[in-house]
């Protein structure tokens, strides 16, 4: 199976405190986005491809990218592809991933960390939403599609809450601490801090929409 | 003008320096919200109002709250409101507040943080997002709502990210770094790392749908 790891630029006392994934599988390439292939080199990881304008590197971190990475890509800001767009598509597309898990996403500035979150709900992505996740220290996202789902426990965290990222209709949630009426809504709802019933997982149903699991812990 | 600080329990270190809003007036009312209580309190700022369930306070901590502050408010966590829309909905119709800023709403568990941003994109509380900011360390949103709004610019910070929380037809950004031709979206998109021209506000028309402003700094 290929795992591929996306390392971007968000804070990195977010990041878990090792760099894995969820997803049951090690991860086999890695891409580093702008100055997260910096960060990757640091921890002697190489990745296969960087994509950024890198202009937040100074010349000689930029060489040391440059110098160690094969598959260099240079994005350009006017562009309406954000550079996490990019490194998604490309890790699907070009490196044929099977799922990604994406790092350094969170934390920092939140027109950045809300352009990843988003990213799912494009519908460009939608086919690959469900072998996505978002993982830093605290949280774990992974995406769900119509019509029915299983949400399966994690031992290490303790809450998960329910977030539509996009409209949602006929949307309920069963065999949860706090279960869910079907519940239809144009605008965004989070619903936090519900809780598994022992191992058991949850039931979620809905008609349209994208849903986001927020596996987190305190 | 009374301005209300609401004081969420998010992780302290990614509040502002300074507990002050963006918001030209100084706050004249505090309320804590769950943990944000016992915080103000450790300022010496006693809250004229707090609202939680309190669960994750130890008993001589919930005490010492309970001692302080006159009006006490207590949730029940499996109602379907969260704290966080329980002080909101306090602030504007009990304590009559003409603008809120909500502090401590950012960082930590990513449902928490939705909870706390989508909001205001509930239709009861459309009326009040002209006059709510939520502001962390690096971050601070306002909200706007059609036709037409100007953005001005804040010395600090050098970005801003526009962001539709709801479904938005003919959105356009003028006068700005990047401009936007008219966009309709069903499903949120976030604009990043936009910039003012100088001291000029930024132009945003849109005819439905509500938008927060991102402002950011690195």
Do not use: C
Request: aromatic share 10%.
């Amino acid at each position: 199976m290929k795992h591929v790891g996306l390392m971007l630029g968000g804070p990195e006392d977010l990041w878990p405190d090792q760099l894995v994934s969820d997803i049951d599988a090690p991860i086999t390439d890695w891409v580093g986005v702008d100055r997260g292939s910096l960060r990757l080199l640091q921890q002697d990881v190489v990745p296969v491809m960087a994509i950024g304008d890198y202009d937040s590197m100074v010349p000689a971190e930029r060489h040391r990218v440059e110098h160690a990475v094969k598959d260099m890509r240079y994005s350009v800001p006017e562009k309406d592809d954000t550079d996490s767009e990019l490194a998604l598509q490309a890790a699907f597309e070009d490196l044929r991933a099977d799922e990604v898990s994406i790092f350094g996403a969170t934390g920092g500035r939140l027109d950045h960390l809300l352009v990843n979150l988003w990213l799912m709900a494009e519908p460009r992505f939608k086919e690959y939403a469900p072998h996505v996740a978002i993982v830093d220290r605290q949280n774990l996202i992974r995406f769900f599609l119509p019509p029915a789902q299983l949400v399966f426990p994690r031992t290490e965290y303790k809450y998960v809450g329910f977030v539509n990222l996009t409209p949602v209709t006929d949307f309920t949630i069963r065999n949860a601490k706090y279960p869910l009426a079907p519940f239809a809504s144009d605008y965004p709802v989070s619903w936090a801090s519900n809780e598994f019933l022992g191992d058991q997982p949850i039931q979620i149903t809905f008609s349209k929409g994208i849903i986001a699991a927020i596996y987190s812990k305190d």
